[in-house]
């Protein structure tokens, strides 16, 4: 039971966090692909706003890489239930931030490459703005981390 517990932790550590970065990339990713129908010089603005939620997925990857090599290091006999349920509860943080926050930043991000069409000279503006969102990735991420750090 503890390894099954710590193994969903990891799981929605990668599966959450992932799910934002797709949901994010791909609607920042339309919008750019709309507007490069008009504007195909705006690429380079375009493609790093498309990139920018991509973030989260690469923060659950690195919390699930992490926490499995704990569990992996541990003898499956000797694997106990407060262990598995400490793996799980470490994963969270970035599981639930990295899957919203991936998602919100994307919707960000499409609206930041718009106003880069309409204002080119002002998409360092609309960056920041994006960069809000993915503070709240960044705090799961340390919370994960600090769990890891205290796992026994």
């Not at 039971?1 to 932790?9: H, N, R």
């Not at 659950?60 to 006999?77: H, N, T, V």
């Not at 969102?133 to 705090?139: C, G, H, P, W």
């Amino acid at each position: 039971m503890a390894l099954a517990w710590g193994l969903l932790g990891i799981a929605l550590a990668v599966g959450l966090a992932g799910m934002g970065s797709i949901f994010g990339v791909s609607l920042a990713g339309q919008t750019a692909a709309g507007v490069m129908t008009e504007e195909p010089k705006l690429f380079g603005k375009a493609l790093i706003f498309v990139a920018l939620p991509g973030t989260q997925g690469i923060y659950g990857f690195a919390i699930a890489f992490l926490f499995i090599q704990k569990l992996l290091a541990i003898p499956i006999e000797d694997l106990e239930l407060v262990q598995g349920l400490q793996i799980f509860m470490g994963c969270l943080p970035i599981a639930i931030s990295g899957l919203f926050s991936g998602l919100w930043q994307g919707k960000v991000c499409a609206s930041g490459i718009n106003l880069t069409v309409k204002q080119p000279n002002e998409s360092g503006k609309a960056l920041i703005l994006a960069a809000f969102v993915e503070f709240y990735a960044i705090l799961g991420f340390i919370i994960s981390i600090l769990t890891w750090l205290k796992f026994k």
